[in-house]
């Protein structure tokens, strides 16, 4: 059996460490960082590293998959269509329990959100955006500590042992149905400002979601670690509180753990208030 493997992120990466695509199709370089140098997407320095052949088209529509058995769709970041998308063999691997979470960024949105749970879906794909029918599914408890990177780690593992499954054993697949559908916006810099008329709790909420990838903002002062702590203070101040660096929220304190000043490194809060 033939697999072409379509992907881009870190996750894309993290799933396709696991098999061996017969060819793997990514987004093209980018300028990226302060330089706005051109960089290979994830996928593509993982693929060549492990000797992979790599296509980066501008469209990937503009390839001709029809000559694959299986065409795996993972964190591409771009819409499929036709004549892709009528492919018998075309399977998307979504970070999260669908329909809630269906879009760009399943991941952060949970965590956000403070679901208990989430998980990982094997579907096939429609014209509408994580719309089709599901395969496969395996939910996992989101902990009380867990970030992005942790959360993220821990649902790659499981979307290739999922994906796997679902390659050996091709279980038939179920509409998903509009039940507690909820749509995972692309994370903008509105989403990254911490917000004093939250509660602690909310603002600890964002910082997980963002962390280690994006981060938070609390003013103009990078949040990549922080938990919430009991006490008050004028919401939206900043100030040393026995030794803790803490900010203040419409109910309760966000302490700071691991920060970043403009234009500086990032670094402990201890450091910061010294």
């Known amino acids: ?10 996750f894309a990466v993290e799933v396709m460490a696991h098999f061996a695509p017969d060819l793997v199709v990514t987004r093209p370089d980018r300028p990226a960082g302060r330089g706005r140098r051109l960089s290979s997407p994830p996928v593509a320095d993982a693929a060549r590293e492990r000797g992979l052949p790599v296509e980066q088209p501008d469209d990937v529509h503009a390839l001709d998959l029809s000559g694959f058995d299986d065409v795996v769709v993972c964190a591409f970041g ?26 760009a960024a399943p991941i952060e949105r949970a965590i956000m959100a403070g679901d208990a749970e989430t998980g990982v879906c094997i579907m096939r794909m429609v014209e509408e955006l994580d719309a089709g029918p599901v395969c496969a599914r395996r939910c996992l408890p989101i902990a009380t500590e867990d970030d992005y990177g942790s959360l993220s780690d821990r649902l790659a593992a499981a979307a290739a042992e999922l994906l796997a499954e679902y390659l050996r054993d091709r279980p038939p697949c179920a509409e998903q149905g509009g039940e507690g559908m909820t749509y995972a916006e692309k994370i903008g810099s509105a989403d990254r400002l911490l917000d004093p008329a939250r509660g602690a709790e909310e603002n600890a909420l964002v910082v997980r979601a963002l962390s280690p990838h994006i981060g938070a903002k609390a003013g103009e002062l990078g949040v990549w670690r922080a938990r919430a702590v009991a006490g008050t203070a004028e919401p939206g101040s900043l100030r040393v509180d026995d030794g803790r660096l803490v900010w203040g929220c419409r109910e309760g304190l966000l302490e700071l753990l691991e920060v970043q000043p403009p234009g500086k490194r990032r670094m402990p809060a201890a450091e910061f208030a010294r």
């Open 1 to 10: 059996m033939s697999l072409a493997y379509l992907g881009t992120s870190g």
């Open 78 to 103: 771009a819409m499929i269509r036709e004549p892709l998308l009528s492919h018998p063999g075309l399977v998307n691997v979504h970070p999260s329990l669908l329909p809630r979470w269906r879009g």
